[in-house]
């Protein structure tokens, strides 16, 4: 791993502590924060000024293209702070609402198939979903990923790896108690 990804995963995980830190807080200062993160919701990619002093601190000395996606993991954690400890892709999380509704897959399937200029809106849909069934997000993993892929790369790793943990057929336990 180069020094760059190895630093940029350090400050994800950072901030992600930082958040989740900032949610177990019942006090003012922190409900004022995350509610700064909120505002994040109308802005087109996530990124605004209430969300300068909350995230800023974790971005690189280098500036790049990626920075904007510790806003916007930040802003959807504010939206949905219910966070996921195993390392479950949003492909995985997601997956737990397939058998609620016929239309999840069609809404995952847009996900996968956006490009790049609508994936902030895509994502705040699809963490809307899941605040709304109480599935919980692994957020280090989406910053992780949102920063450590292109998503409009042609080969399109990142969303094959979303589609693999959506898709995976889930655990049968009588077959695994054979």
Partial sequence: MSDFYQEQTVRAGKLVRALKE????????????????????????????DAMPHVSPYLGERETDK?????????????HPHDQPQRESLGGAFAKLRKDSDSIEKRFQLLLACD????????????????????PVNWFRLLDDLTRNNWDDPERLLQLRWARDFYKPAANPAAQSE
């Fill in 22 to 49: 900032m949610e177990s807080r019942d006090d003012g200062p922190a409900r004022a924060g995350l509610a700064a993160l909120r505002v994040g919701l109308r802005s087109q990619n996530g990124v605004c000024l």
């Fill in 67 to 79: 920075d904007r996606w510790f806003f916007a993991v930040a802003t959807l954690f504010a939206l």
């Fill in 116 to 135: 790049e200029e609508n994936l902030w809106e895509q994502l705040v849909q699809i963490v809307s979903l899941l605040k709304s069934k109480n599935v």
